[in-house]
């Protein structure tokens, strides 16, 4: 089973987090699944990017890229070669480690 280490993020996960997921699971379920309340507003159905991440190690490990998840990802704030949509990156046998982005385009959650 795969280690996932989460960089902190003060938000979601201010100490950061080192969890174990079963490979065939999305880094956003993983996540989900150990306490971490990553936002996922289309409820990882790949219509949205809330649940934007950066993967700083192990990114060649995951499942390839669709093309609807690489046009998404194309709105995402902060992106970076190693992005992902983490309700479509697909854990293998290799480890991770994950930075949640800052910053989200979800204006929904945003406190006016």
């Not at 809330?50 to 998404?72: A, P, Y």
């Not at 949509?85 to 293998?92: M, P, V």
């Amino acid at each position: 089973m795969p280690q996932v280490k989460i960089l902190p993020h003060p938000e979601y996960c201010p100490q950061g987090a080192e969890l174990k997921a079963p490979a065939g699971t999305s880094i956003c379920e993983a996540l989900l699944d150990n306490g971490i309340k990553i936002e996922h507003a289309c409820d990882m159905s790949c219509a949205c990017t809330t649940c934007h991440v950066i993967v700083r190690e192990g990114f060649n490990s995951l499942n390839e890229m669709d093309e609807n998840e690489e046009d998404l990802l194309d709105r995402a704030w902060g992106l970076e070669p190693n992005s992902r949509l983490s309700c479509q990156a697909i854990l293998a046998q290799k480890d991770l480690v994950v930075e949640i982005p800052k910053y989200s385009i979800n204006h929904a959650k945003e406190k006016h």
